[in-house]
């Protein structure tokens, strides 16, 4: 029975790792654009090195987290940083993930614009306010709605994949071309280092409240695992498609392309990654003011669901080409520490 608990646990843990990873630019295509399938077969080993990464960091951040007891992202920093960069350090990063929580949440007035041609500030509206309501169940509304989401997002991405290769489209048009210039070199390790130095504030609280150190282990790397398949099952289509440029959600229009019948459901897995990961961003920015500043949750949640409104006059694709590739290289120091770091005595 404990065996078949730690399991069920490390599943869940693997959800929102990869819920929380898979937000708007991964989940549209958009950030598999910008970091891999513009370097053509480059690319592909670029996902190759970022799959371990995420299998390899995930499981030492949270197993790091856990050992030293951290309650928060800002406790993992002392440890990873020292005392005297770390407020620096956690204020940077705190920025970066309200940033991040920003980009997502302009995402899904994208989807609610593009795709259902809806203004896309019910979108926007649509989605704090449930954002809102999952965070009054606090660690088990995380948990539920990324277990319903992730696996869906692997169903569809499967399906995309086969259907592009039963199409004889598959990798047909730009898989001979090949960037390997220093900054497609260096594309998987500010993405991975960028996406950790997110998840963080998630996957920090979750590792320490888990029942079992294996658990912990065990969901860090079956999430890496999902997100390395999924990283190589969208890059792939994605070099099939030849208007992929022309879209901030370039997934959704493969699939109206290729499989009009799947459509709309698509477009539903697409808000739903999205909206796992607004709710995984708020879930951690409220865990650290809570630190901070002595707000009960639900006033905290009201609090940041009017901060993030404030994001409705830009952008999507606007925000996404400037915060992802700055942030990513500023957080290459933190998979340069987790390396250099050793792990705590159990």
């Known amino acids: 029975m404990k065996k078949k608990t730690e399991w069920s646990e490390a599943w869940q843990i693997a959800a929102v790792y990869v819920g929380t990873v898979i937000g708007a ?38 197993v790091m987290a856990r050992r030293i007891g951290a309650a928060s992202y800002d406790e993992l920093n002392r440890y990873l940083f020292g005392r005297m960069l770390s407020p620096f350090v956690t204020l940077v990063m705190t920025a970066m993930i309200a940033g991040v929580t920003a980009v997502m949440i302009a995402g ?5 614009e593009e795709q259902l041609g809806w203004p896309r500030q019910a979108g926007i509206a649509l989605t704090l ?14 948990f539920g709605v990324n277990v319903f989401v992730a696996p869906m997002m692997v169903l569809f991405s499967s399906i ?12 047909r048009l730009d898989m001979a071309a090949a960037d390997y210039s220093l900054k497609a070199m260096l594309s998987p390790f500010s993405y991975t280092a960028f996406n950790l130095a997110m998840a963080q504030a998630v996957l920090v609280p979750i590792a320490r409240e888990a029942t079992d150190e294996r658990a912990v282990r065990r969901g860090a790397m079956l999430g890496g695992m999902v997100l390395t398949v999924l990283l190589l099952l969208n890059h792939m289509v994605l070099l099939s498609f030849p208007h992929k440029d022309d879209y901030d959600i370039p997934m959704a229009e493969v ?3 290729f499989f ?36 009960r949750g639900k006033w905290l949640g009201v609090l940041l669901v ?13 925000l996404l080409s400037f915060i992802y590739p700055l942030f990513g290289y500023m957080s290459l120091v933190l998979l340069w520490l987790l390396w250099r770091r050793q792990l705590p005595r159990r």
């Open 25 to 62: 630019g991964f989940a549209t295509g958009r950030e598999i654009i910008e970091f891999f399938t513009r370097y053509g077969m480059a690319g592909t080993i670029g996902v190759a090195v970022s799959g371990v990464l995420f299998t390899w960091g995930g499981a030492r951040l949270m």
């Open 108 to 112: 899904a007035g994208a989807v609610f």
């Open 129 to 142: 306010v449930l954002a809102l309501l999952v965070m009054l169940f606090d660690r088990k509304g995380l």
């Open 160 to 171: 995309a994949f086969i259907k592009t290769m039963m199409a004889g489209d598959l990798c």
């Open 255 to 257: 699939v109206h392309t």
């Open 260 to 295: 009009t019948v799947l459509y709309w459901l698509y477009v539903v897995v697409i808000y739903g990654e999205i909206f796992t990961s607004v709710i995984g961003g708020m879930f951690g920015l409220a865990r650290q003011v809570r630190v901070w500043v002595p707000f």
């Open 306 to 318: 009017l901060l993030f409104a404030a994001v409705s006059p830009f952008h999507y694709g606007e």
